[in-house]
């Protein structure tokens, strides 16, 4: 299943992420593998670490978006698309996966669009706090980790859980920080400038609403009653790169409008 999932995303993702028949392949594997999880659900905690890979990290950072000022909130498919890289870089910390494992994570995530980074304005110390309160949190944080793509470190005694000591935590948060603070990408869908929201333009676009009370740097179509600005521009939600909080300008993004 690896192999047909992780090739035609390797060969062209943007083509692959359109293509109804492999879109509908994905989905028919994952159910035919999530099923039997669920029937034998109690029989290996392997059914319960392979689906809630990453969500440890995501779950703690999905609660901080919608209570940290500044910070867009992210959907939970978003939030976990994070989690799993910095689950990633736990995973490495631990000797458990190479440096290209990590790597693939923030290349085919951040490929498909999905932001890849926890949100400048989420410290470390709020994310560890907030793992104490997720379910397999025991005395430490505990998840499943990855040994490469498509394979789940599995322990000596057959068990797929891993209690991780909260310096690797803290490490891991580090270092997908520095990782994100050193990258010259500027496509994560929070972090982007209002700039470059309007600087998306896809053939097969849909019309995107930009309004603003103050902005002079956006060409303006037509006003409302109340002074508001409505410019349309070209935007393919598909091929979106930009939602979410647009950097300094105040602006807030959705697949449908930007406020200004």
């Keep these: 299943m690896t192999e047909a999932i992780?090739?035609?995303?390797?060969?062209?993702?943007?083509?692959?992420?359109r293509n109804s028949d492999y879109l509908e392949m994905v989905c028919?594997?994952?159910?035919?593998?999530?099923?039997?999880?669920?029937?034998?659900?109690?029989?290996?905690?392997?059914?319960?670490?392979?689906?809630?890979?990453?969500?440890?990290?995501?779950?703690?950072?999905?609660?901080?978006?919608?209570?940290?000022?500044?910070?867009?909130?992210?959907?939970?498919?978003?939030?976990?698309?994070?989690g799993m890289c910095v689950t990633a870089e736990v995973s490495k910390i631990m000797g458990m996966c190479d440096e290209a494992t990590v790597d693939e994570h923030y290349n085919y995530i951040g490929r498909a669009g999905l932001p890849v980074f926890i949100p400048d304005g989420i410290s470390t110390e709020a994310?560890?706090?907030?793992?104490?309160?997720?379910?397999?949190?025991?005395?430490?944080?505990?998840m499943g980790l990855l040994a490469e793509i498509g394979h789940m470190h599995c322990n000596q005694d057959g068990s797929y859980s891993v209690e991780v000591d909260n310096d690797i935590i803290y490490k891991a948060i580090c270092a997908h920080m520095d990782r994100r603070d050193n990258s010259d990408r500027t496509t994560d869908l929070y972090t982007v400038e209002a700039s470059e929201t309007l600087k998306t333009s896809h053939p097969s676009g849909t019309s995107l609403t930009i309004t603003s009370e103050t902005s002079s740097d956006v060409s303006?179509?037509?006003?409302?009653?109340v002074g508001n600005t409505n410019t349309q521009v070209s935007w393919d939600p598909m091929t979106a790169k930009s939602f979410g909080v647009a950097g300094g300008q105040g602006c807030y993004c959705n697949p449908w409008e930007c406020r200004c």
Excluded: W
């Design 6 to 17: 992780v090739d035609p995303l390797d060969k062209d993702i943007h083509e692959a992420l």
């Design 28 to 82: 028919r594997e994952c159910i035919d593998h999530k099923v039997p999880t669920l029937t034998h659900y109690h029989e290996s905690d392997f059914n319960e670490m392979v689906p809630q890979y990453g969500h440890a990290i995501a779950h703690a950072v999905e609660h901080l978006s919608f209570h940290s000022k500044g910070v867009s909130p992210l959907l939970h498919g978003e939030a976990v698309a994070i």
């Design 127 to 142: 994310i560890q706090e907030k793992l104490c309160y997720d379910k397999h949190y025991v005395k430490k944080p505990t």
């Design 220 to 225: 303006t179509s037509d006003s409302d009653s």
